[in-house]
């Protein structure tokens, strides 16, 4: 498990309308060196005016440093790439794919972290792509989603984790080591009071951190749980935990999706909401958007926000990034803006609600939910998830 860290500022973005305007300014602000990993990157209003800042900070002798994965970027690379790398832009592709790829483990495996770094000085991390919040359907409200800006010591662990893998897909592609020096090392003075950890998912050491985060947290749970999940198809191990929470007294919340951008996921979710209703969990699905958010509070202490979702292609497949903060301050907020979540958007669920589906609607989850674990068959992992 990665190590708790004091003295930290973290700042809790709701939304794209915090997060893009916090994250250009500090591109503009950059006077050596930035990173920033995406899953997407669009060529929309969006991605266009996180683009121009980054040509902006190259123009005026930045190092900047995309890195974006290579099935989520697919159309960043047929168009904004081009553009970019003329200004001087340094541009990586993680597992290059311009069609939908084979269903093979390796082929499962992306990069799906969102994280930026600024000169060493401040870091995002969270579940928000470099899109629009309104675009991929007729959505009426911005898409729910959060990020954290961080100062503090924990730059040390973010700024060593993006500049390791920054290496390691140059040399994957290159075929030789880039010794590219650290322009901006991480300033690790305290920026404030919060404790906080950086935890990853990748397949070679920390195969399980962000799932055993959560387990860890979970276990410890004496009052609350709340999760708000968009793609929520987690292993027996997980499940059991969230039960024998609930089976000792702990109010156990999920808010998952209810406008589904990848209907297949959440027709499988559905398939487990007898098992949850029936071990007194309570369910909301969220209506009022499309539910992006990876996020969870225990006990208002604990708290988590980043891209991992609750399924097997985030905790056993893809990279990804979260932020855990030990803050009683941090968990408050981001208890209550879940609250406000679950008050205008989140349509609660009961037992009853499942009986009275078409029998059509029932059959239809089972057939996603039985589709989901082949597929997860199919990339070699069973056993426990």
Known sequence: MSEFLDGNAITLLENGGDFFPALQQAIDAASKEVFLETYIFENDETGSRIAAALRRAALRGVAVRLLVDGFGGRQFVRGLMAEMIPDGVGVLIYRRELRAFPLRRHRLRRMHRKLAVID?????????NIVDDLQGGNLARPRYDYAVRVEGPLLGPIVESVHHLWRLVSWARLRRRLREPLIAPARLTPAGTMRAAFVTRDNFRRRREIEDAYLGAIAGAKREVVIACAYFFPGRRFRQALVDAADRGVEVALLLQGVSDHPMLCYATRAL?????????RLYEYHDSELHAKVAVVDDRWATVGSSNIDPFSLLLAREANVVV?????????????????????RPLCREDWRRLPAVRRIASWLAYQIVRLAIGVAGYRGKH
């Open 120 to 128: 060493g000085e401040v870091a995002f991390v969270g579940g928000i």
């Open 326 to 346: 030990e803050d009683a301050g941090f968990a408050t907020r981001l208890r209550e803006s879940l609250g406000r979540g679950m008050a205008s958007g989140g």
């Open 273 to 281: 909401y007898p098992f949850f209703l029936d071990h007194g969990i």
